[in-house]
């Protein structure tokens, strides 16, 4: 037990329920609740999108792929950053335009409210029980490595407080939380680089030399982990077309007051996720050359105790302890992003406009919003338990995996194609999320290997292609005049910003 | 900024020259870009998968594999840079799209 990681966790519990009793007073509606009363400054939804996106996943996991596999495992880092050139250039501008809360919005714009609506919550829902389920699993096994908490009851933990921040204070008290964490992280990351440097003279060459000579110059070559190049295509194609329909990413856009803010909000975004994943090599190689290998392995065999051991080795106890808790936060973050999209998909998609028919009142959409996140969090929670001890990292990629294969074409249809209808939606949400899954059961994830059907582990490059033909023959296949007409009305507000909330 | 009440002739302006011209320019950027930034991405994965010449060391051990790598990073941000400077160009010629609608109106 160690009583100064203790004490900092402590300190960051208090401190985000500080945020939600001030962010709960806030939030009177449902503008309030979903969309932080549209309150949230450019540079403010920029860092909140950092914090949004920076999961454990990245900072724990990419430090130690780095550390152990070298090259490879900054391939992924690549991919988290090119991938806003989509947001910022295709999605984020036209998205806040047309939509009031959900990602559905946008969509029961000009196609049918009812089955669009359906199809879009249940996506939203599964991306992000899946994003979820891998983020709880896994923070269970950190925190029992930082605290030696046992995995039961740091999800619970876990899981209590994100129910908090996200039924008590909504979106205010969501982004808030993720920027005290982006900057908690952004902080402890450069530290660690600066540490890290500094025993190289600051030379990022001469780091390397070290790591060629303790590692082999193979070390620093591509090919370690993935032997197949096809499989490393279908990750960079999920990452890629995939961050664009992350519905916690989208939903972030409608906290700015107009679409100029949202674009700045991804230029922030992009300038702190870029250092951040460009550090992540300092992070990786530093560990591998101050820490060892064996001794990362001997921590955990995934090596995600990489970062918080280099801390360690750099800054002994108060620093490890600072690293155990950004890490930490850094969770809590992300899982509530996750609980409030998930929360507003039932609630607002689902019962507010399928099952009420838009007649709820106000009040009535509140209470459901509050209630949906209480049950969202406690469903989770329970997978999470039920998912102990199983390797459950490919649930990101499939989450990734689903957003491009399903939401994306039907995002970018829906704004730019005129003929595009509402059997097309339907059909290419559902052929992107089945083809998806079906994919990733028959994979190397869960199949022994020589045996997999279906040989890569991530299905994208085969599951986008399956979504986008779902899409366009649902859609030539109907007729639907009224989508045609609407159209019109779409394209202009989504792309002048003319009658934007 | 009209809602509700106040009726707003969509087709009317989605058929106006200063529209046309605007969606053309924004068009041409978005299309553009997207190509760019998809071949050079991809670019990385097949590179570094299907062939070794980037592992030739550039800078002591550092080789071309983690330059190009690092060079994606460099790129997102000049392309972000480029977006944002048409954008607000974009956000201007609207501008002007509005206000003289409004002019007409009155």
Same mark, same amino acid.
């Given at each position: 037990m160690n009583t100064m990681a203790f004490t900092l966790?402590?300190?960051?519990?208090?401190?985000?329920?500080?945020?939600?009793?001030?962010?709960?007073?806030?939030t009177q509606t449902t503008t309030d609740f979903?969309?932080?009363?549209?309150?949230?400054?450019?540079?403010?939804?920029?860092?909140?999108?950092?914090?949004?996106?920076?999961?454990?996943?990245?900072?724990?996991?990419?430090?130690?792929?780095? *550390?152990?596999?070298?090259?490879?495992?900054?391939?992924?880092?690549?991919?988290?950053?090119?991938?806003?050139?989509?947001?910022?250039?295709?999605?984020?501008?036209?998205?806040?335009?047309?939509?009031?809360?959900?990602?559905?919005?946008?969509?029961?714009?000009?196609?049918?409210?009812?089955?669009?609506?359906?199809?879009?919550?249940?996506?939203?829902?599964?991306?992000?029980?899946?994003?979820?389920?891998?983020?709880?699993?896994?923070?269970?096994?950190?925190?029992?490595?930082? &605290?030696?908490?046992?995995?039961?009851?740091?999800?619970?933990?876990?899981?209590?407080?994100?129910?908090?921040?996200?039924?008590?204070?909504?979106?205010?008290?969501?982004?808030?939380?993720?920027?005290?964490?982006?900057?908690? &992280?952004?902080?402890?990351?450069?530290?660690?680089?600066?540490?890290?440097?500094?025993?190289?003279?600051?030379?990022?060459?001469?780091?390397?030399?070290q790591v060629s000579a303790k590692y082999g110059q193979s070390f620093l070559e591509p090919g370690k982990l993935y032997k197949n190049p096809l499989d490393n295509l279908s990750l960079g194609l999920a990452l890629l077309a995939g961050t664009a329909g992350l519905p916690h990413i989208l939903i972030r856009f409608y906290t700015v007051p107009n679409a100029k803010e949202a674009r700045i909000s991804v230029a922030w975004a992009m300038v702190i996720?870029?250092?951040?994943?460009?550090?992540?090599?300092?992070?990786?190689?530093?560990?591998? &050359?101050?820490?060892?290998?064996?001794?990362?392995?001997?921590?955990?065999?995934?090596?995600?105790?990489?970062?918080?051991?280099?801390?360690?080795?750099?800054?002994?106890?108060?620093?490890?302890?600072?690293?155990?808790?950004?890490?930490?936060?850094?969770?809590?973050?992300?899982?509530?992003?996750?609980?409030?999209?998930?929360?507003?998909?039932? *609630?607002?998609?689902?019962?507010?406009?399928?099952?009420?028919?838009?007649?709820?009142?106000?009040?009535?959409q509140m209470r459901v919003a509050k209630w949906a996140s209480i049950g969202v969090g406690v469903v989770s929670i329970i997978l999470a338990l039920i998912a102990k001890e199983q390797n459950v990292a490919f649930l990101v990629a499939l989450a990734f995996a689903v957003a491009a294969s399903a939401n994306l074409?039907?995002?970018?249809?829906?704004?730019?194609?005129?003929?595009?209808?509402?059997?097309?939606?339907?059909?290419?949400?559902?052929?992107?999320?089945?083809?998806?899954?079906?994919?990733?059961?028959?994979?190397?994830?869960?199949?022994?290997?020589?045996?997999?059907?279906?040989?890569?582990?991530?299905?994208?490059?085969?599951?986008?292609?399956?979504?986008m033909l779902g899409a366009v023959l649902g859609t030539l296949l109907s007729r639907e005049p009224e989508a045609e007409r609407k159209f019109t009305e779409l394209y202009v507000r989504s792309q002048t910003g003319i009658g934007a909330e | 900024m009209t809602t509700g009440s106040h009726r707003t002739d969509w087709e009317q302006i989605a058929r106006s020259p200063e529209f046309r011209a605007l969606m053309k320019r924004k068009r041409r950027f978005m299309i553009g870009s997207v190509v760019f930034f998809s071949l050079y991405y991809f670019a990385l994965p097949i590179l570094t998968g299907y062939f070794r010449f980037l592992n030739t060391p550039v800078f002591g051990s550092m080789n071309g594999a983690y330059l190009f790598a690092l060079s994606q990073f460099f790129m997102a941000w000049v392309l972000a840079f480029l977006y944002i400077r048409h954008a607000n160009r974009m956000d201007r010629l609207i501008e002007e799209m509005i206000c003289k609608r409004k002019e007409k109106a009155s």
């Open positions: 966790f402590a300190v960051i519990v208090l401190l985000t329920l500080g945020i939600t009793y001030w962010a709960s007073k806030r979903y969309a932080a009363g549209r309150s949230i400054s450019g540079w403010q939804n920029g860092i909140a999108i950092s914090g949004d996106y920076m999961s454990a996943a990245s900072f724990l996991g990419i430090a130690g792929l780095i *550390a152990l596999n070298g090259f490879d495992g900054f391939l992924y880092s690549v991919g988290w950053l090119v991938a806003y050139l989509v947001v910022l250039i295709v999605v984020a501008e036209p998205l806040r335009n047309s939509g009031r809360y959900t990602l559905a919005d946008m969509l029961a714009y000009r196609l049918k409210a009812k089955p669009v609506r359906s199809a879009a919550a249940l996506s939203t829902m599964a991306i992000s029980t899946f994003y979820m389920i891998a983020q709880l699993v896994g923070a269970g096994g950190i925190i029992k490595l930082l &605290l030696g908490l046992q995995y039961e009851v740091s999800i619970i933990l876990i899981g209590v407080l994100m129910i908090l921040y996200v039924a008590f204070g909504g979106m205010l008290a969501t982004t808030w939380v993720q920027i005290v964490k982006a900057v908690l &992280l952004m902080t402890g990351t450069i530290l660690l680089s600066l540490l890290v440097l500094g025993h190289f003279g600051f030379s990022v060459v001469e780091m390397f030399n996720i870029g250092f951040f994943y460009i550090m992540t090599t300092f992070l990786g190689f530093g560990a591998a &050359l101050l820490v060892g290998q064996e001794k990362i392995m001997a921590a955990d065999k995934a090596g995600n105790m990489a970062a918080p051991l280099l801390a360690e080795a750099l800054g002994g106890n108060f620093f490890l302890a600072f690293i155990s808790a950004v890490a930490f936060a850094t969770i809590l973050a992300v899982v509530a992003g996750l609980v409030i999209s998930a929360a507003g998909a039932f *609630a607002h998609d689902f019962y507010s406009n399928v099952l009420r028919g838009g007649q709820a009142t106000e009040r009535e074409p039907v995002i970018v249809f829906s704004l730019f194609w005129k003929r595009f209808n509402t059997a097309g939606a339907v059909t290419g949400i559902l052929t992107g999320l089945i083809s998806s899954i079906l994919l990733v059961l028959v994979s190397p994830n869960l199949m022994e290997p020589d045996q997999a059907l279906f040989p890569l582990k991530n299905p994208a490059i085969l599951s986008v292609p399956l979504g | -």
